[in-house]
Each structure stands twice: as C-alpha cells, then as structure tokens.
C-alpha cells in the first residue's frame, strides 16, 4: 500500500482542539487524546479490519526483536509487524551494526550508572543491564553461528568511550563478520530471523502508524490505524518501535535549537510514532539526547557529504570557525578519530576533551551543544598534504566543488564572506598556539594542533550532522510507556531508539544492544497481558 496521507504539526494541532472541544462538550464515545473508539455489542470496538494479538510498529532492530520474540515466546500468538517504508530506512541498516552485551549486571550497573545517572530511574536500567547478560546468548539461540561473529571487550580508543569512569571495562560488543558465508549485518541477521517465522509474524511494508485507538475509559491501547485508514486490532499490546526525529527539522529545532541539521542514515524517521504516543497521553523524556551534533564536511552547494561514515573525519588537520571568522568550540570533533586514547583511566572528566557521539565537555559538563547551521574548515597546503581532504575523494578539491582557496588569508575570508580581520585573527591566533604546542581556548589534544600558515589556504563548508535521535515516551522496566503521572498506559510499550534510556552520555553499541534487550522486554511484557 502506498502512504497517501501525512500527519502534519497542523493536522494533529487541529486534530487536538477538536479532540479537546468534543471533551468539553461531554461528547461519548471519545478517547481521551487519542483515535475514536467506536462502542458495539458488548462494549468491544467494531469495525477492525484485521486483528492480532500484538502490533509491532517499525521493522528496524527493535521492532525486528520484539517480532522474533513473540514468534519465539509467544505460544502461538499472532504478530503484525508494521513497517512505514518499502524496506526500513530509518537508523538499523545503516548503522555499525556493533551490539552492546554485558556479562555481569552489577558490574555494568556501576558504569552505566556513571554515565548517566538519574536521567534515567534505577529501575530502567537495571532492567537494562540484567538483559543485555543475554544478548550473546540469544543471538546464538536463534541460530547464529560462533564463525559468525567478532565477540568481546573494547580493544582500540575508538571504542573505550568513557575511560574517566568506574567499570569501563565490564561490557562489550558483538559484531557480524563481513567475511564469511553468514549474515553480514545484524539488521540483516534479524530480519532473516524474522521471515523464518512467517507463521507468527505477519509483515506488512507501505505500511505507517497514523494514530493509536485507546478505550476511553480504561485508557487501554486497543489497536492501531494506518494511514490509509486499515484499522488493526491488537489484543495484547502495540509496541512501537518507530526511531526518532532525526528527519523532522521542526521537532529538532524545538528539543534541540539546532537548525540545517543534516542526518547520516535514513530519512524516514520524522517523529510520527510521537505524535501518535502524545495524542494517548504519553509523557516524554531525553529529547535533547541522541548521536548529535558535529561539524560535517560537505560540498560547497550543500549537497553531499565528504564521507557518508559517520565517524570520519579529517578536521585535525584545521580549524573550523564560524560565519564571524570565529573558533567557537573543541573543534577536533570526532569520536571515532583519536589520535590518542580520549583519556585516562579514573582521570578528572571534567579536564578532558574529545567528541564523544556528539558530547562534548563544556565548562566541565559533557552535553550536547546547538551548533550553528553553517561553518567553516580551515586549513592550508601543508594540512591538505596531512589529509585534509582524503585523496580518493577527489585529486583536485577545488576543481570539483568541495572548496575554495585562495593566495592569503584575507582573500579566503573575502571568498567565504566572512570578517577578514576576525578571520585573520583567529588564524593568527591558532598559529600561536601550535607553536607553544597548547590550544588555550579550547584545549585541543597536541598532536592535533595543525598551523594553517602556508599557502594556499583552504575552507570547506560543515554543516551540523547527526546519528540519531533518543527522546521518545518515558519508559518504565517492563518497557510500558507511562504517562505524566508516572502511570502506565495499558498495553502501550516500546523499544529502541523511541524513548532510550541514554539520556546524558552514551557508549557506542549501546543504542543496537538496547534495541534488542528492550525488543524482547516489550515483547514479553505484551505477550503476558
């Protein structure tokens, strides 16, 4: 089926005054906030067009875990797997692929809890932790192979995210090999697992989540309306399972005051699962979060990455300032380049720099910072020769759209229409620094500190780009999603990215090993109502 309708800011505004008119009026029959639900014999809802026993709404990891778990659990039961696009095209295909486990909860229960905190209640991430103990073991019960996988702790910098902290050694990562006969991807391993099960699980592409029917009185989540307005009926429970809002600029620049964001994957994730979990009266959390925000090179006309890898990056070898000329943050700004290990184990985080998925150290705090909608890299001939555009990329940059140059500085400021003296100063400035081997404005690692002193010099356009987005409806342990109130909403779960539980720092693999943990929670959850 084709999508042949959209849930607009506007359409939902309007939908929510008149939902809140009919209230007033003492109109019967009308979920609170939520889709009509229409009363026939018995009290039961008529007019469904099919009926299961759980709704799975988004095909990407989570959503594939919590199907596998109720073909697998759920004796018998029946599942309707919901998927907005032709193939899934929000952040599982495209992502890593590497799977967070741990093997003793307690210990990782510290580490997690140094990462973040009260942001999430204690409760959540026990029961996160506890069920990351078999996310190893299940892959391997559902009939992946030993051959198959790269099993085990973090063993390079790019992976030891937060050394600073206790425990930072109790996890690790699973990964598909891309050698071998297996699957080359867990997303690929998952969705295989998935079409085995064709007797228990019905999938469903062309098919997006519009809105969810809630019984007006008990506040129970009762089924599922698509946008072509097919009404499915789900006896134990919907999971919605749909991403963030990487993809609606409106959303980000309201939690996040960034604007001219760019995403890495997919383009289908533009909020619709938190429209539908607002109108039944969801309460939400940790919409600032995510893997965001950082400087990305793009071509001059604002059409491309350099690098479509998130991780890459060449800006150690420049600057980068803004539309006034100006350096404006730690501009070594990757997670995955360090030159060095991020820092020391048990150092003083509040010292230490690097751009870890997006959080930055600032005023010794790590958060995330709203970055402008454009600046730009700086660097000269010496940087380009370091690799400051890659050489596979393009042999002549210039030539083919990627920068300007120009003979001085003043001139590049011209060329970029930015502030020359500002430009200037900032250059002369950062100059200075390299030479006493020590960034004093923002701290860069020393062997970072590149001179851009030798013509031609070079800028490129970087613009704010971004993984994923991790706000959604707050979740509760069985991953039930609660109200304002600290309530559940009965028979309304989640898993993923919708509502994660990352809501200060983040380790790297934690968003797939979540996906699964919480894939199989909402899934049981759903199967015992």
Request: hydrophobic content about 35%.
């Amino acid at each position: 089926m084709e999508q042949k309708t959209k849930l607009t800011r506007r359409s939902f505004i309007g939908g929510a005054a008149a939902l809140a008119a009919g209230a007033a009026a003492g109109l019967a029959g009308c979920a609170a906030n939520g889709q009509q639900a229409t009363e026939g014999k018995a009290g039961t809802t008529e007019s469904w067009d099919e009926e299961f026993d759980v709704v799975v709404c988004g095909a990407g990891i989570a959503g594939l875990a919590a199907a596998i778990t109720v073909a697998v659990e759920g004796d018998g039961a029946s599942c309707l797997l919901m998927e907005k696009e032709p193939s899934p095209n929000g952040n599982s295909p495209f992502c890593a692929g590497s799977m967070l486990y741990c093997d003793d909860a307690d210990a990782f229960m510290t580490y997690l809890d140094a990462m973040i905190g009260d942001s999430t209640p204690d409760d959540v991430k026990r029961a996160f932790a506890e069920e990351l103990t078999h996310n190893l073991t299940w892959l391997y019960d559902l009939g992946a192979k030993e051959e198959w996988l790269e099993v085990g702790p973090p063993d390079d910098v790019k992976l030891g995210e937060w050394p600073e902290l206790p425990n930072d050694n109790t996890y690790g990562r699973i990964k598909f090999k891309t050698d071998g006969d297996g699957p080359k991807h867990v997303f690929q391993f998952f969705l295989d697992t998935m079409q085995s099960h064709a007797d228990a699980v019905t999938y469903r592409t062309s098919t997006a989540m519009e809105s969810l029917v809630q019984d007006p009185q008990t506040k129970t989540i009762l089924g599922v309306v698509d946008t072509d307005g097919k009404r499915y009926k789900a006896n134990k429970g919907v999971i919605v399972c749909t991403g963030g809002f990487e993809s609606d600029a409106d959303m980000l620049y309201n939690y996040t005051g960034v604007k001219g964001v760019f995403p890495y994957a997919g383009k289908a994730n533009t909020g619709d699962g938190h429209r539908a979990c607002m109108k039944v009266g969801a309460d939400f959390w940790h919409m600032a979060g995510g893997a965001q925000y950082w400087m990305a090179l793009r071509d001059l006309e604002n059409t491309e990455f350099v690098s479509t890898v998130w991780n890459f990056t060449t800006k150690q070898h420049g600057i980068t300032v803004g539309v006034n000329g100006r350096r404006f943050y730690q501009d070594y700004d990757a997670c995955s380049c360090p030159t060095t290990p991020y820092a020391e184990a048990d150092s003083d985080p509040k010292l230490n720099v690097g751009y870890r998925h997006g959080i930055t150290q600032f005023g010794g705090n790590w958060t995330h910072l709203p970055f402008p909608e454009k600046a730009w890299f700086v660097f000269d001939a010496e940087g380009l020769a370091a690799g400051a555009f890659p050489e596979d990329k393009s042999a002549d940059p210039v030539a083919d759209g990627w920068a300007l140059s120009a003979a001085s500085i003043e001139e590049l400021a011209e060329a970029i229409e930015v502030p020359s003296d500002e430009l200037a100063k900032t250059v002369g400035q950062w100059n200075d620094y390299c030479e006493r081997g020590e960034d004093l404005a923002f701290y860069r690692p020393a062997d970072t500190l590149q001179p851009v002193k030798t013509p031609p010099f070079y800028a490129m356009v970087c613009v704010p780009a971004m993984l994923n987005t991790d706000g959604g409806p707050v979740r509760g342990p069985h991953a039930e999603v609660l109200d304002p109130f600290g309530e559940p909403i009965p028979h309304l779960y989640t898993a993923g990215e919708f509502g994660s539980v990352w809501g200060h720092l983040y380790q790297g693999t934690g968003n797939v090993g979540e996906c699964a943990a919480f894939g199989r929670i909402s899934a049981r959850s759903a199967l015992a109502n």
